[in-house]
């Protein structure tokens, strides 16, 4: 079973991940997928607030910190367990731009960004299908258009992802200043492939 | 007339098209993000579709006309009376919602956002239906 959980920053979204997540794994481990880089002291800041609020929470935490490749999990993770992924900006940008610095501006090529999106969904389908994974991102596409190429087709990519999921989803809630709206229940399973 | 509105890559004009049996490549689809043709009329089409609304507004602002907002309840009364000439006849204008995000540095982007927000409420007034797609979800609002 696939849950996507959309909303704005800080819209408390994460706590309502987590107590879907409790809801329905409270009694097992439950695994955390983490994707944020580590790249300095304000990011390891939070990274280690989030560590410490997971380890004294009633709950067993699992923690896989992976940037990438998230497929790879379906291996260590055993079945029927509920898989927290927060989230898929994070991963589609540690995808994204995975490596720029050898090979410049590999974000222009249509077949990397076609492959970036398979992998990414393949991976969540793998790990939605023997599991309960719930699958966290952040809405970031209703400003003005962005013109700088990397930043544009990762706001493109995004919104692909999140309509790929939606359709993919049994439930898909879109979280308002800590408020959950059910946008599709399990009623109107409708699964189609994105055409880009 | 039938208002498609929501952020941007959510599926817009994919919506459109599942709902109407339209593809982009028909002559009757306009599409503002590949061409300056925004003479929709001209079409011989009963169904007119008209995607990236919001880049026909820059259009407008960009000719430099004393009351761009003006030029625009212009257009639409225009487009709203084509309608009307005959009972076939069907608009569907795909605007992206560009007004959620910060205030824009430059002055240019900041009349975009308001323009295009303030035609998008004439164009709500006026639209028989108007839909909010949302990854694909549609949400009617009218």
Known sequence: ?196 | MHFVTGGAFNGKAKWVMKSYGVTREDSAWFNGYESDDFDILSSEHALIVFEGLEHFVKHVIRENHSDPKEKLEQYLKTWHMWEQEATNRKLVLIGTDIGKGIVPINKEDRLWRDYTGWFYQDIVMVAKHVDVIWYGLSQNLK
């Open chain 1, 1 to 196: 079973m696939i849950i996507f959980i959309t909303g704005g920053v800080r819209s408390g979204k994460s706590s309502f991940a987590e107590t879907i997540a409790v809801y329905y794994g409270g009694q097992t481990p439950l695994h955390y997928i983490a994707t944020s880089a580590r790249q300095d002291d304000e990011m390891n800041d939070r990274i280690k607030r989030h560590q410490e609020a997971r380890r004294v929470s009633r709950y067993r935490w699992k923690t896989w910190e992976h940037l990438r490749n998230i497929h790879e999990l379906e291996q260590s993770i055993e079945p029927n367990r509920v898989i927290l992924l927060d989230c898929l900006t994070n991963l589609l940008t540690n995808e994204l731009f995975h490596g720029w610095e050898s090979k410049r501006k590999q974000w222009l090529e249509l077949n990397t960004r076609m492959n970036i999106y398979k992998k990414i969904m393949d991976g969540i389908s793998m790990l939605g299908k023997k599991n309960i994974l719930i699958v966290v991102s952040n809405e970031v596409n209703y400003g003005l258009p962005i013109n700088d190429s990397g930043t544009y087709f990762f706001a493109q990519l995004l919104g692909n992802l999140h309509q790929g999921l939606v359709q993919k989803s049994d439930w898909v809630y879109q979280v308002e200043q800590g408020l959950p709206i059910l946008r599709k229940g399990p009623h109107e399973l409708e699964k189609q492939s994105i055409v880009f």
